[in-house]
């Protein structure tokens, strides 16, 4: 299947006059400073400003390629998928039809939600403001405002996904319920503990700097708030692991390149995060097995003579990213990829 | 945006250490009206800064928020409809958010706010 799809891939980049992946360029980098042969410290700040510097050029990058693949394929998305854009949650070993994945992506929000000890509909506890961070075209943020008569901001880095989740809303009657504003997980624009619950669903896995991505959660988090994070994960290491084994690595590459996603990490790794930011009640279970009949759904509906026109139409990223579809698969099946559910909650005062 | 969600903004460019609320630049306000839902407004009423919420109406050209509230008054119809006008039915389209520190602008167009930093902001 990958190697159909890499030839097509080779037809499509000379179709549209795209280059090919030896004739891609490097990213510009900044041009790093010649280190002058004085003093040890002076040589240390300097690689370490040129260091910094590149950082924070490639952290730009990387949200300029999110907030460009998802502008490009929101609309290709949600004209085949509708507008949750996660993963369904499925029964371990399901045969399932393409009708059904909608209501497996609602089952995953509802799951999700149980996992973390959410009150059921009882008035005096549920949560009245929501944060869906990575919202999307705003499905989680319009089912949880639904479902809890609750107000609900999104965040997301791309303006045509803002436009769409505030249509949506409009049309589903709840714009005065939902709002959506074009902002980074990283740097949140509320103030401290305005809200009850905390969502990221399936967005964890685009933040460049996870301790960062974490406090902004814990800090927008209410006392009491629950905070709810599903994500993609590497598998946890072994106690003798330092890193994982280098193929492993090249797969997952491939997988960051196209996706727009930074280093991974383990959902041990968000156990500990959460943990030394004196959260309570830490729970954390790999969902990969009820979720393993999503991507070849997803491939299924891109080869579909619908899927394959709106990729054409829709542009380079998209089509890149469809074309490393199956290596998802690939991952989940050698156990390197986790679909994980981490979630925790905020002391009270 | 409305100015519910107003309300919850703020500036967290580094080194600020109140960036709230933001002043806002109108530019092109629109009005839409939606259903009251007094629980819903009732619901919002604890969570709202008040004060903030007052200025940033008049900014928006209402001018008829009482400047203090208490929760008795959502006992009011005439009052649950003002708070809900104000607080839903309210849009800036066009114009912007001001950092209240720092003078830094975050535009709204079509009603969208971009509150993305800038490298050297964070």
Redesign the interface.
């Known amino acids: 299947m990958s190697s159909l799809l890499s030839t097509w891939g080779s037809r499509l980049r000379l179709r549209f006059g795209l280059p090919t992946s030896s004739e891609r360029q490097s990213p510009a980098v900044v041009a790093e400073r010649p280190l002058r042969a004085s003093a040890r410290g002076t040589r240390t700040t300097v690689a370490r400003a040129a260091r910094s510097t590149r950082e924070e050029v490639e952290v730009e990058r990387l949200q300029r390629g999110i907030a460009e693949l998802y502008d490009e394929s929101s609309g290709v998305w949600e004209d085949i998928w509708g507008d949750h854009m996660h993963h369904g949650f499925y029964d371990s070993n399901a045969v399932v039809s393409l009708s059904d994945h909608r209501s497996a992506q609602i089952r995953m929000i509802e799951e999700a939600l149980r996992f973390a000890s959410l009150p059921a509909e009882d008035k005096l506890k549920t949560p009245r403001t929501i944060v869906d961070v990575g919202c999307g075209i705003g499905g989680s943020s319009r089912y949880l405002a639904r479902k809890y008569g609750a107000q609900c901001q999104g965040i997301t880095l791309s303006p045509v996904q803002v436009q769409m989740a505030q249509a949506l809303a409009a049309e589903q009657g709840l714009a005065d319920k939902v709002s959506f504003q074009v902002a980074d997980a990283l740097n949140q624009p509320f103030s401290d503990g305005q809200f009850d619950l905390v969502w990221s669903m399936e967005s964890g896995e685009h933040m460049p700097d996870k301790m960062k991505f974490v406090s902004e959660l814990a800090r927008v988090a209410a006392p009491g708030a629950r905070i709810i994070i599903v994500t993609w994960c590497h598998r946890d290491l072994a106690p003798s692991e330092e890193s994982l084994r280098p193929k492993e690595k090249e797969l997952l590459n491939k997988i960051c390149n196209a996706f727009y996603l930074p280093d991974w990490c383990s959902s041990a790794d968000y156990v500990d995060l959460l943990r030394s930011l004196s959260l309570e009640d830490i729970k954390a279970a790999d969902w990969s097995e009820y979720v393993a009949p999503f991507w070849p759904a997803v491939i299924k509906t891109a080869l579909t003579w619908k899927g394959l026109t709106s990729l054409l139409r829709s542009g380079w990223k998209t089509i890149k990213g469809a074309l490393v579809m199956p290596l998802m698969i690939e991952g989940y099946k050698k156990d390197l990829i986790k679909f994980s559910i981490i979630t925790c909650r905020k002391p009270e005062k | ?2 100015l ?2 107003h309300n ?5 460019i580094k080194g600020v250490t109140s ?2 609320p933001l002043r806002i630049e109108a530019e092109k306000v629109v009005e ?1 009206q ?2 009251l ?1 007094a ?2 407004l009732k ?2 009423f604890a ?1 709202i800064e008040w004060k903030p919420f007052v200025d940033a109406s008049r900014a928006m050209g209402y001018a008829e928020l009482p400047d203090e509230a208490e929760p008795l008054m959502l006992e009011s119809d005439e009052f649950l409809q003002k708070f809900h006008h104000a607080l ?1 039915e309210l849009h800036l389209e066009e114009g912007a958010l001001v950092c209240p520190e720092t003078g830094r602008r ?1 535009p709204v167009n ?8 800038h ?1 050297d902001e ?1």
């Open positions: 945006m409305r519910l969600t919850m903004l703020s500036s967290n960036g709230f839409k939606v259903e839902n629980a819903f619901n919002m969570k839903l975050f079509k009603g969208i706010p971009n509150m993305l930093l490298e964070v």
